[in-house]
């Protein structure tokens, strides 16, 4: 099967229901979007498909045959996104592990909002768990970067 990851096209021969998830990790090597709970519910391997959040670890590689899906190894070329820059500048990760999850969801919201208000950016990262408690400084960054996002820096 094939599959449009971060702009290039990549073959995969699993079955159609193995988890995008292990596509990604297992066959394609990219090991940025995490395991995390295997149910949908932490956000550790959330990804956008066709510009939108979805979950890797539940989303089967037929749902996303013919979409555009972009992982956190495809935010920016260079890493240079606002956002990546902003989790910089608040040292946003403490031990790290969710943080592809969470860049990628808040990507996601400023894609479709490029100003969200304070409610809109805590709905959008509800479904993502900080097992560190790093909320008030993703928060942080996710405000920071509003000021520098003009909704063309990812690759979506």
């Not at 990790?25 to 066709?50: P, Q, S, V, W, Y």
């Not at 902003?86 to 592809?100: D, E, F, I, L, M």
């Amino acid at each position: 099967m094939e599959l449009t990851i971060n702009g290039k096209v990549h073959q995969v021969d699993l079955d159609d229901d193995t988890p995008l998830l292990w596509a990604l990790r297992d066959e394609l090597k990219m090991t940025g979007t995490k395991f995390g709970c295997g149910a949908g519910l932490c956000g550790a391997c959330t990804i956008h498909i066709n510009g939108n959040p979805a979950r890797a670890c539940l989303t089967p590689i037929a749902a996303a045959k013919g979409a555009r899906i972009t992982t956190i190894e495809g935010l920016s070329d260079a890493g240079d996104h606002p956002l990546q820059q902003a989790w910089v500048k608040h040292n946003v990760p403490q031990c790290g592990y969710c943080q592809s999850g969470q860049l990628m969801s808040a990507a996601a919201l400023l894609a479709a909002n490029p100003q969200p208000s304070e409610k809109e950016i805590d709905s959008a990262m509800s479904g993502n768990i900080c097992r560190c408690g790093t909320y008030p400084r993703i928060k942080a960054a996710i405000k920071d970067a509003v000021q520098f996002y003009e909704g063309g820096n990812s690759n979506d």
